[in-house]
């Protein structure tokens, strides 16, 4: 009975700064405290299916090993590797795939219980998005670590440095947000056809274009037509970032990179803003 008093003593305790704190938060954020509530819901709610997730990563990690052993097999320097490695990690923790998301919410109807609601959509979205990929991007990392450990003699780990690293986690959110909208305009592309097989190969092309476009499966600069490709929004996915990992970019051009990075994270917004009400238009006579 003691300890059951105790363990009764404790909770209370820790419900009653979870509250204070709850009102303080609320205090503090005042009508912005609803857009916390959903990010911190969306993370949460996360968690679940860990085990179908980890097994659902298999096919990644064995894609990775297989792509880094062919570049090696055929004579590549430490840098391709590193950057072929390094390039995954950071794309897994900044990768969102909203458009699949979006694009079945459409085909569905499901979108209009959250375009009714007193609130803009496009904050909403971003934010249920990131409470969502909080947990599943750093568990996905955490797994393609496993390729360090597999080719650790094959990579330059000079670059492993705290100024680096830094730069990545700085660029982090520029990326995320950059992706996100990139999916905004992939998945509004449902709202102009009825049938989900054909949303499904859209997104299916998208992904596989990106692939090449971002990097992630083959460097940039290895690429024909790479003078114009380096400028496209998809490039500041992998390819820049990891560049500037690896030293490639001095000081003004790593700040030619990252004022790049915003200036598409803008761009990208008002076409995600843009085709999004087009399709709502296009939609609203006949309803969704």
């Not at 404790?10 to 419900?15: I, L, N, P, R, Y």
């Not at 204070?20 to 996360?46: A, D, P, R, V």
């Not at 009825?194 to 476009?213: C, F, M, N, Q, V």
Request: glycine share 8%.
């Amino acid at each position: 009975m003691p300890f059951d008093n105790l363990n009764h003593i404790a909770h209370c305790k820790t419900h009653k700064n979870k509250f204070e704190f709850t009102m303080t938060l609320q205090k503090l954020l005042g009508g912005n405290y609803k857009w916390w509530y959903i990010l911190t819901f969306y993370t949460k709610s996360s968690g679940s299916g860990v085990y179908g997730f980890v097994f659902g990563q298999i096919s990644q990690i064995l894609q990775i090993l297989t792509i880094v052993y062919i570049w090696l097999i055929n004579g590549s320097s430490s840098q391709i590797i590193t950057y072929l490695i390094v390039g995954r990690i950071y794309k897994a923790l900044s990768e969102t795939f909203f458009s699949e998301t979006l694009g079945v919410e459409i085909i569905n109807g499901q979108i209009t219980r959250h375009l009714i609601l007193p609130q803009d959509y496009f904050k909403l979205s971003l934010l249920r998005d990131v409470g969502r990929r909080a947990f599943y991007n750093f568990a996905r990392a955490s797994i393609f670590l496993i390729a360090i450990f597999v080719y650790f003699n094959s990579i330059d780990f000079s670059r492993f440095t705290f100024s680096n690293i830094l730069l990545l986690l700085i660029f982090i959110p520029i990326t995320f947000i950059n992706t996100f909208y990139i999916e905004y305009i992939v998945g509004s592309q449902a709202f102009f056809i009825s049938d989900k097989r054909t949303y499904t190969g859209i997104r299916k092309a998208y992904e596989g274009i990106s692939g090449i476009l971002s990097g992630v499966l083959i460097p940039l600069d290895k690429l024909p037509f790479y003078n114009i490709i380096q400028f496209l929004p998809t490039s500041w996915i992998v390819h820049h970032p990891i560049q500037i990992y690896l030293g490639k970019y001095d000081t003004n051009q790593t700040i030619l990179v990252f004022v790049g990075g915003l200036a598409w994270c803008l761009v990208l917004y008002i076409l995600a803003k843009i085709v999004f009400k087009l399709g709502l238009k296009k939609n609203e006579s006949v309803g969704l």
